[in-house]
Nanobody
């Protein structure tokens, strides 16, 4: 069972990055895909989630209008397109497979190892 993220890196403020998450070893298409992040010295926070059943999406207020979550079920891949990046977006980003897609009630079954995103000039 594995969730493997990629696509992190160093980007200037205002730039873009696209994170990818590849699932293997479990029936990932039945799970919602979610992205979390942990900034230095802060608690982990939810960023976005995409429901498996109806395709509904939710976003943290801090990223609404800038980040877009999507998935390709045929490839068992999830994505987080991040635009207009800000220094406060600097964090380790984790993808997760969850049975729920609601703030405060995630039920994560599997976690990725994380990918570092640094926004700095």
């Amino acid at each position: 069972v594995q969730l493997a993220e990629s696509g992190g890196g160093l980007v200037q403020p205002g730039g873009s990055l696209r994170l990818s998450c590849v699932a293997s070893g479990f029936a990932s298409n039945y799970y919602a895909i979610a992205w979390f992040r942990r900034a230095p010295g802060k608690a982990r926070e939810g960023v976005a989630c995409l429901s498996a059943q109806d395709g509904n999406t939710i976003y943290a207020d801090a990223v609404k209008g800038r980040f877009t979550i999507s998935r390709n079920k045929a490839k068992k891949e999830g994505y987080l397109q991040m635009d207009s990046l800000k220094p406060e977006d600097t964090a380790v980003y984790y993808c997760a497979a969850s049975t729920t897609c609601a703030w405060g009630s995630f039920d994560v079954g599997f976690w990725g190892q994380g990918t570092q995103v640094t926004v700095s000039s």
